[in-house]
């Protein structure tokens, strides 16, 4: 077992972000089982959701004439603009059938405000509203956490480096995640963050 003080967290692993899913990662449903066997050694177990309202202001469908994968400026800096997905309620936004839902003690929904997008587990992307995972995490006394899940280069890496910032200590269990890997973001996030002071393990 890992310290009381060490956290799992477990991030978006949601059908949608698998084969077959609106926003399919590849190989994401392939880290299940090991992110399953992992949950027996923390105490501490947390899930997030990403949880969108139909006409979310992160989906290409949202902004006329543009296409999914393209970037806008959006009031709180650059979005990229995604496919319809994690859609409240629906099956897309469900957690992937096999994943231990029930070893968590916390699912945190995030991305549920219409006008900005949230990779971050701690933060939206204004960087500035909280999700409310620190107060959480802080009065359970937790010091440390341990990343996985999709994807791993926009909220696996965000939530990353805002827990490093909070003052944790992070780090990523690289084979537990899978990318999206847009235009060389993959390469971009791990260098973001290593320079953030996450291990990347
Ligand atoms: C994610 C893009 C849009 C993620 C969520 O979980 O990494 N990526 N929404
Ligand atoms: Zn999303």
């Known amino acids: ?3 009381a003080t060490h956290a799992l967290i477990v991030i978006d692993v949601q059908n949608d972000f698998c ?6 990662v590849t190989g994401g449903a392939d880290i299940v089982p090991g992110i399953n066997a992992l949950m027996d050694e923390f105490a501490c177990v947390v899930l997030t959701q990403d949880w969108h309202p139909a006409g979310h202001s992160s989906f290409a469908s949202s902004h ?16 990229v603009l995604w496919p319809d997905h994690c859609v409240q309620g629906t099956g897309g936004a469900a957690f992937r059938p096999d994943l231990r839902t029930d070893a968590a003690q916390m699912i945190v929904r995030k991305g549920f405000n219409p006008a900005v997008d949230s990779y971050s587990a701690f933060f939206e992307n204004d960087h500035r509203t909280p999700t409310g995972l620190d107060g959480y995490l802080r009065t359970r006394g937790i010091e440390r956490l341990t990343l996985v899940g999709l994807a791993t280069d926009f909220c696996v890496n965000f939530s990353a480096v805002d827990g490093a910032r909070l003052g944790y200590e992070v780090e990523v269990r690289q084979e537990l995640c899978r990318a999206i890997d847009l235009d060389g973001s993959l390469a971009a996030a791990q260098a973001g963050m290593r320079d953030a002071g996450v291990t990347l393990l």
Request: no cysteine; aromatic share 8%.
């Open 1 to 3: 077992m890992m310290p």
């Open 19 to 24: 084969p077959g899913g609106a926003l399919a």
């Open 64 to 79: 006329a004439g543009r296409d999914p994968f393209t970037t806008i400026d959006a009031p709180y800096g650059p979005q």
